[in-house]
């Protein structure tokens, strides 16, 4: 197969669907379809990136069923080539508010059962936190979040302002990180949500694992449950079949440490996506306007107890502060 052709036929093909750092685009070969993805230039980093995705898929691919496999990476120019797994797009199906598909709290369980086998993703940086230390772990994550506020900070002081986030919004989460419980470090995918699960004759495939990270498996947990907003019925059941599919010494101390992870988790959202929804609406990106207004809403709603802000915002508060960028 000429790899660059489909690359060249993805670049002129002009209808992908975006991530935040890379572009997917479907294209059609005798073989069937396949999946481009495609890195987006100068994309702002506010996540964790160790590793390649390609080296990631590669590691997991004996222990995880539920993933795609990669076809060819390109290092010049960058893309890789990834199976294409047919099925619904699970927030196309099950938005938030809708119960997602009964299999799916199962698959997802079995999921971060599987990661949890997986012996090592390779090359781990030599600065990379030691075994157990969750709190190294977790300060990685916190210390992130902090470098993308005090990037973002000065340009975006008066939407910050606005929509009142503080001046030093991860002052609530350094007490909860020294309380961590150790916790054997296992493969984690940290950023399974509905746009990144793939349904289907009731099996699920789970996407894009750009972000995945070796630490903590609670930590996992939490990103999941952060993103997908689900039902409180569904929680607790998602919960129940994640503590009974893990091994017993990945889940000891879980629950404090949940909340602590789920903190961070909702002042990390208000932070970069105050700043990712005002460039969406600067540059009338992919997603209704009224919905990133919605979106945006919840999500600072759901920091500002952690800042000791009493009042809630309201959409019209939020609405007014992104168009005045």
């Known amino acids: ?26 294209v059609d070969t005798s073989d069937g379809p396949v999946i481009i993805r495609i890195p987006i230039h100068g994309a702002d980093m506010m996540d964790l ?3 390649r995705e390609d080296r990631v898929l590669t590691a997991i691919a004996p222990h995880v069923r539920d993933a795609p496999r990669v076809l060819h990476v390109s290092a010049d120019p960058p893309f ?7 099925g619904d797009v699970l927030n196309d199906v099950a938005p938030r508010g809708v119960p ?7 698959d997802v369980a079995r999921l971060f059962a599987q990661l949890a086998r997986v012996p090592k993703l390779p090359d781990v940086p ?9 709190t190294a772990f977790a300060c990685l994550l916190s210390d992130l979040t902090q470098r993308v506020y005090d990037t973002f900070s000065a340009e975006y002081a008066d939407l910050f302002t606005a929509l009142a986030i503080p001046a030093d919004p991860l002052a609530p989460v350094g007490d909860l990180w020294r309380n961590l419980t150790p916790r054997a470090f ?18 699920t495939t789970f996407l894009d694992w750009e972000l995945a990270l070796w630490g903590d498996p609670v930590y996992d947990l939490a990103v999941h449950i952060h993103k997908m907003g689900y039902l409180p019925e569904e929680r607790d059941a998602l919960v129940t079949r994640w503590q009974a599919a893990m091994p017993s010494g990945h889940t000891t101390g879980w629950r404090q440490d ?3 992870y789920l ?3 909702r002042i990390k959202s208000a932070i970069v996506d105050s700043v990712r929804y005002s460039q969406q609406f600067a540059s009338s990106g992919p997603y209704p306007e009224h919905q990133l207004v919605t979106s945006l809403t919840t999500k600072l709603n759901a920091a500002r107890p952690y800042w000791r802000t009493p009042t809630s915002l309201t959409p019209r508060t939020v609405e007014t502060a992104l168009r005045s960028r």
């Open 263 to 265: 903190a961070h988790e």
């Open 49 to 51: 990136r160790p590793w």
């Open 1 to 26: 197969m000429n790899w660059h052709d489909l690359y060249e036929r993805a670049r002129a093909h002009g209808d992908a669907a975006a991530g935040y750092y890379n572009d997917n685009i479907r």
């Open 126 to 134: 030599a600065s990379w936190p030691a075994d157990k230390d969750t």
């Open 80 to 86: 890789q080539v990834h199976e294409f797994i047919a």
């Open 258 to 260: 949940l909340d602590a």
């Open 186 to 203: 296992v493969c984690v995918h940290a950023d399974v949500h509905r746009r990144n699960i793939i349904v289907a004759g009731g099996a």
């Open 100 to 106: 997602v598909p009964p299999h799916v709290l199962g």
